[in-house]
C-alpha cells in the first residue's frame, strides 16, 4: 500500500539520492526511469518517487502534495521553505561561493557592488550582513559569463570543483555555506504519517553512517 | 498605466455557492461549542494599534501585519491576531469581573508574508477561545477538551493530529547555554525545522559537553507518547525543563483518564511558537491539509503588558483550511451542509397577490423562490 509520497531534485542528486534509497531498502525498477515518466513507485509499493525540477520540490512538500523530498541545501536557503529537515543525506556535496574575476579589488572599494546569481536571497542576505550595498541580477543560467562579459562585478554560484569558474578566469574570494542534499518533510505529515516517515528517516539514516564509514578519512 | 478593476489582490479571495455554506455551517458548529462550555463572543476592534500587537505577538510576528497611519501619526494595523486584544480587554475593560474570563470569537485576521508558501491567504477567519484567570492542567484540558469536541463535531477527529508541548522546556536549556537572544532564536528554528546536523554544528563552539551537545540534538527527535517524557528526562536535567516535564506529564495523565491518547502526541521539538506562549503549546493537524490547521498555548504573562498579570491560555482553528479541507475530503460533515432545502417556486401574472403569497409562505417558514415572469 502506498506510504508516501517522495519529490527528488531532477538531475545530479536524483541518481544520488535514488542510490542512496537502494542502500537503504527502496529499489525503484530501472525500466521504470528509464521511461519518461515522472512519478514511479518503488518495489514494495510503499513509496512513490516524483521527479521534479529542485526549486520546486519544497513546493510539492510545503504544499503537502509529497510528503518528502530530497533536495540541496542551497535550494531551501533560497526558497526559505517551511519544511522540516531532518536529515543530511551528505550527497551532491558542493559549496555556495562569490567568485569574481579582479580578486585583488576588496568589495568595499565599490559604491555599488552588481552581483550576478541564480540565488538572490541568498545573495542579498550574505551582503546584507556584510553592509555591502549591492545590485543583484538575477540570471537563471551561465552564471560565469556575466563578469567576464562586464554584465557584474561578481557572481555567487555553486561550486563543486571550481573548473568552470577557473576556466572562465574567475577565483572565489569567499564561501557562504556549504550545501549537500538534504531529507526533507512536509510539517503535517511528520505527525500524521509518523508512521511510515520515522522509518524512512532511520533507514536513512543508517545508510548515511554506513557510507560515512566506508570513505576514506583523507576525504 | 492603471491596473484592470479585474484584478484582485494575491492572498484574497471569494467565497460562494457551495463552499460559503460549508464553510458558515463549519464556523456555526465550531461557535456552537464554544457557547457549550460557557465561551461568550467577543468582538475586537479591526484597526488597532500596531504597538499593541508589537507588544502581544513579538516584533517579528506583528511585522506581518497591514499597517497604516492614523490622521496624528500613530501607527495602525489591520489586527493581526485576536488574542493580543482580548488579553488587552481582560486587563483594562473586564479588570473588575470575577474570574474565570471565557471568551471566544469567529473573526478575520490579516497577515502578509506568510511564513510557508502553502500559507498563501492575506485574510484568514480565526475561531478561538481564551480561558483567563485559572492555571494549572485543569485549565489545560478545559480548552484541550473543547479543541477535541470541535474536531468530533466536524467528523475530524479520527484523522487529526494534536502535538503537546512546553516551551518552558526549551527555555531552561536555552537559559543553560546562556544564549543571547539571536543564538536563542537560531537554536529554536532549528530545533524546529528539525535539522540535527545544523544543529550540532552551531551547539559545538556553545558547549564543551558532547553529552550535552547529543542530549539537545535529541530534542529534534523527541516526539511519541508518554515514554517520550521519560526519555526526555534522561538527556534534560535543569530544573527549569523538568519541570516543564512534569507539567505535561500531569497534563498526560488527564489525557489518558478521558482514553484520547490515541490523537495526542508530545513532541518537544515543536519549539516555534508566538513569543507570547510561556507554557503549554500545542498544534492541530489534520490529514489533507499540509499545513497546520490550529494552534494554541498558554500565554500567562502577555496580561502583564495591560497591567494586570494573570494566567491564560486559548486556541485557534483556522476557518478556511477547515472547510478547505471538509470540502476537498468528502467528509460526511461537508454532505451534511449541502443538502438542499426543499424550495416553493412561486410564479404568478398577478404581481401583488405574487408577494402577498410570498410574505405569508415565509411567514410559515418555507424556502420560497419567486420566478419572474420575464425569466421564463
Known amino acids: 500500500m502506498l506510504e508516501l509520497t517522495i519529490a527528488v531534485a531532477k538531475g545530479r542528486m536524483q541518481d544520488q539520492a535514488l542510490a542512496l534509497m537502494e542502500r537503504a531498502g527502496i529499489r525503484v525498477d530501472e525500466a521504470a526511469l528509464a521511461s519518461r515518466r515522472l512519478a514511479v513507485t518503488d518495489a514494495s509499493e510503499r513509496y512513490r518517487f516524483v521527479f521534479v525540477k529542485p526549486a ?31 536529515l543530511d543525506l551528505g550527497i551532491s556535496r558542493c559549496r555556495i561561493a562569490v567568485a569574481t574575476t579582479h580578486p585583488e579589488i576588496p568589495f568595499s572599494e565599490f559604491g555599488m557592488l552588481r552581483v550576478a546569481t541564480k540565488y538572490p536571497n541568498i545573495a542579498a542576505k550574505h551582503f546584507g550582513a ?11 543560467g ?78 | 498605466m492603471s491596473e484592470p478593476l479585474s484584478k484582485i489582490p494575491s492572498g484574497m479571495r471569494y467565497y460562494f455557492g457551495q463552499e460559503a455554506r460549508l464553510r458558515r455551517a463549519v464556523e456555526d458548529a465550531v461557535v456552537s461549542v464554544f457557547t457549550g462550555w ?45 488574542t493580543s486584544s482580548v488579553a488587552r480587554a481582560a486587563a483594562t475593560l473586564f479588570a473588575e469581573r470575577p474570574r474565570p474570563l471565557r471568551f471566544c470569537y469567529a473573526a478575520p485576521v490579516f497577515r502578509q508574508q506568510p511564513h510557508s508558501h502553502a500559507e498563501w491567504r492575506r485574510e484568514s477567519t480565526q475561531l478561538g477561545c481564551e480561558l483567563i484567570g485559572p492555571g494549572g492542567a485543569a485549565a489545560d484540558m478545559e480548552v484541550l477538551a473543547i479543541a477535541v469536541e470541535v474536531l468530533a463535531k466536524l467528523g475530524l477527529w479520527q484523522h487529526c493530529s494534536i502535538t503537546l508541548n ?61 515514554e517520550t517524557l521519560h ?91 477547515l472547510t478547505d479541507v471538509l470540502a476537498k475530503t468528502d467528509s460526511a460533515f461537508a454532505g451534511e451542509s449541502n443538502k438542499p432545502n426543499e424550495v416553493v417556486p412561486l410564479a404568478c401574472d398577478d404581481e401583488a397577490r405574487l408577494l402577498v403569497e410570498a410574505t405569508e409562505r415565509r411567514r410559515r417558514g418555507e424556502r420560497i423562490r419567486i420566478d419572474f415572469a420575464s425569466e421564463s
Open chain 1, 130 to 140: 556584510l553592509g555591502i550595498p549591492v545590485e543583484i541580477i538575477e540570471l537563471s
Open chain 1, 56 to 86: 520546486d520540490v519544497p513546493v510539492y512538500v510545503e504544499h503537502g502534495i509529497a510528503d518528502c523530498g530530497v533536495v540541496g541545501r542551497d535550494v531551501l536557503l533560497e526558497s526559505g521553505a517551511d519544511v522540516l529537515q531532518p
Open chain 1, 142 to 219: 551561465s552564471v560565469e559569463l556575466a563578469p567576464v562579459l562586464g554584465l557584474a562585478d561578481c557572481i555567487v554560484d555553486l561550486v563543486e570543483t571550481g573548473r568552470t569558474l577557473a576556466e572562465n578566469g574567475l577565483s572565489i574570494v569567499e564561501e557562504i555555506t556549504e550545501s549537500t542534499g538534504r531529507l526533507v518533510v512536509n510539517r503535517a505529515s511528520y505527525q500524521l504519517k509518523a508512521a511510515s516517515v520515522a522509518p524512512l528517516i532511520a533507514r536513512l539514516n543508517e545508510a548515511v553512517n554506513e557510507i560515512a564509514l566506508e570513505k576514506p578519512s583523507s576525504d
Open chain 2, 166 to 226: 512546553s516551551v518552558e522546556v526549551f527555555n531552561g536549556i536555552a537559559e543553560g547555554l546562556a544564549l543571547d537572544p539571536a543564538a536563542r532564536d537560531e537554536m529554536r528554528r532549528l530545533i524546529d525545522m528539525r535539522d540535527a546536523a545544523e544543529l550540532g554544528r552551531f551547539l559545538t563552539p556553545r558547549t564543551s559537553s558532547a553529552t550535552e551537545r547529543a542530549a539537545f540534538g535529541r530534542l529534534t527527535q523527541l516526539s511519541g507518547k508518554r
Open chain 2, 38 to 82: 460557557s465561551y461568550e463572543e467577543i468582538t475586537t476592534p479591526s484597526v488597532d494599534y500596531y504597538a499593541l500587537f508589537e507588544r502581544g505577538m513579538g516584533r517579528e510576528e506583528a511585522h506581518r501585519a497591514v499597517r497604516f497611519m492614523d490622521g496624528d501619526g500613530r501607527l495602525l494595523a489591520l489586527r493581526p491576531d485576536m
Open chain 2, 231 to 321: 526519555q526526555a528526562r534522561r538527556v534534560i536535567t535543569n530544573k527549569r525543563s523538568t519541570n516543564a516535564l512534569d507539567e505535561l506529564e500531569q497534563l498526560w495523565k488527564m489525557i489518558e483518564a478521558l482514553n484520547l491518547t490515541d490523537r495526542f502526541e508530545i513532541d518537544l521539538g515543536d519549539v516555534l511558537e508566538l513569543d507570547y506562549y510561556t507554557g503549554l503549546v500545542f498544534r492541530i493537524y489534520i490529514s489533507g491539509a499540509g499545513t497546520r490547521v490550529g494552534r494554541g498555548g498558554r500565554y500567562d504573562s502577555l496580561t502583564a503588558n495591560f497591567g494586570r498579570t494573570e494566567p491564560a491560555i486559548g486556541f485557534v482553528l483556522d476557518l478556511e483550511a
